[in-house]
């Protein structure tokens, strides 16, 4: 991956731990509040985190969708 693609792994990076961040505050709340819901809201939010964590890019820096 070349040094041109550092903003978009800034800006991946950035809303991985923005997910990361929500689904975090979906457990509190789901802990505290309402139990049920805001653990079950939070698995598919912590799941694009990681996803955004995971994500190639490619050489023209866009997210590759061929790499698994």
């Known amino acids: 991956m070349s040094n041109e ?3 978009q792994r800034i800006s991946k990076f950035t809303l991985g ?5 929500a689904a975090l505050g979906l457990v509190v709340i ?5 139990p049920i819901i805001g653990i079950v809201a939070a698995v598919p939010v912590a799941a694009l985190a990681v996803y955004f964590f995971r994500v190639h890019l490619n050489d023209q820096c866009e997210i590759d969708f061929s790499a698994e």
């Open 17 to 21: 731990i923005i997910l990361l961040g």
């Open 5 to 7: 693609c550092i903003p």
């Open 30 to 34: 789901g802990v505290t509040l309402l």
